[in-house]
Nanobody, 117 residues
Framework: QLQASGGGLLQAGDSLRLSCAAS????????MGWFRQAPGRERERVAA????????WYAQSVKGRFTISNDNAKNTVYLQMNILKPEDTAIYYC????????????WGQGTQVTVSS
């Protein structure tokens, strides 16, 4: 089970850290990702981290501003978001993917991030 938290209402230029706490199996068993969905738009992946935590991936729209990381001791994945823009406004979801799987099988409930200009 994944529990995302940390969303809020911010202004452009602010920073925010989202957390995704996992229960049950350790996050080291999964590749993890952060996704977002804005109103009227399709869900998009914004960041991902490998099982080992050594490889990360970012969407071009957030590269250089967002950082994904994990803390195996806390069984939690984070998304540090800096220099937030109004276009970052969305519901953010964390997800877990089994090794070798093509897609993400497990999803958190989402946390709202709203950035005003």
């Amino acid at each position: 089970q994944l529990q995302a938290s940390g969303g809020g209402l911010l202004q452009a230029g602010d920073s925010l850290r989202l957390s995704c706490a996992a229960s049950g199996r350790p996050i080291a068993d999964y590749a993890m990702g952060w996704f977002r969905q804005a109103p009227g738009r399709e869900r998009e992946r914004v960041a991902a981290i490998s099982l080992s935590g050594t490889t990360t991936w970012y969407a071009q729209s957030v590269k250089g501003r967002f950082t994904i990381s994990n803390d195996n001791a806390k069984n939690t994945v984070y998304l540090q978001m800096n220099i937030l823009k109004p276009e970052d406004t969305a519901i953010y979801y964390c997800a877990a993917r089994e090794p070798g799987s093509a897609g993400y099988e497990y999803w958190g409930q989402g946390t709202q991030v709203t950035v005003s200009s």
